[in-house]
Antibody, heavy 121, light 110 residues
């Protein structure tokens, strides 16, 4: 069965970086992209970006553009999301999800369990 | 402020039918398909409806979706206590070149 297993919770100081991993299993990793979505405490879902597991191409949300890098390691079927220059408003649960299909009709059909990132001095 | 607008809350009693609206614009819902996600308390979101009105395998037919113009709706019939969750609509936005979500609707089963 399809599974996405994320790395553990993190506590970081303002200005630091965090790198969250998302290990996929149960399907051919390079057949589907990976997207990252975050959720601040008590808030809604916010799309952060997408990475192609086939080509490595990316598309980032404007809000995090310049601070985020999404990559994949096809040898281990793992996707990574690195966020730099952390601020207190980056405190959130970060989710990875598999992207099924492409373009404007894509959907996020399987999700990781979430990784809590707390940014605090 | 979310690009897609949802009511913050909705409620119903067991067995009732409830609908949740999602309003957008010509650059998102008006030109692209809508997906709906269900987030049970303290869990990751789950795909509930895709391509406006399609249900993934395993989703009960009590859940249905529709779209008209720049708005979409999620309907839940035969409401059950386990339906108590947050519901989010999502669509691709051609102007932002990004996926956008609604702010979420918290459904309470009274």
């Amino acid at each position: 069965q399809v599974q996405l297993v994320q790395s553990g919770d993190e506590v970081k100081k303002p200005g630091a970086s965090v790198k969250v991993s998302c290990k996929a299993s149960g399907y051919t990793f390079t057949n589907s992209g990976i997207t990252w979505v975050r959720q601040a405490p008590g808030q809604g879902l916010e799309w952060m970006g997408w990475v192609s597991t086939h080509s490595g191409s990316t598309n980032y949300a404007q809000k995090v553009q310049g601070r985020v890098t999404m990559t994949t390691d096809t040898s281990t079927s793992t996707a990574y999301m690195e966020l730099r220059s952390l601020r207190s408003d980056d405190t959130a649960v970060y989710y990875c999800a598999r992207v099924l299909g492409g373009g404007d009709s894509a959907l996020f059909d399987y999700w990781g369990q979430g990784t809590l990132v707390i940014v605090s001095s | 402020q979310s690009v897609l607008t949802q009511p913050p809350s909705a409620s119903g009693t067991p067995g009732q039918r409830v609908t949740i609206s999602c309003s957008g614009s010509s650059s998102n819902i008006g030109s692209n398909t809508v997906n709906w996600y269900q987030q049970l308390p303290r869990t990751a979101p789950k795909l509930l409806i895709y391509s406006n009105n399609q249900r993934p395998s395993g989703v009960p037919d009590r859940f249905s979706g529709s779209k008209s113009g720049t708005s979409a709706s999620l309907a839940i019939s035969g409401l059950q206590s386990e339906d108590e969750a947050d519901y989010y609509c999502a669509a691709w936005d051609d102007s932002l070149n990004a996926w956008v979500f609604g702010g979420g609707t918290k459904l309470t089963v009274l």
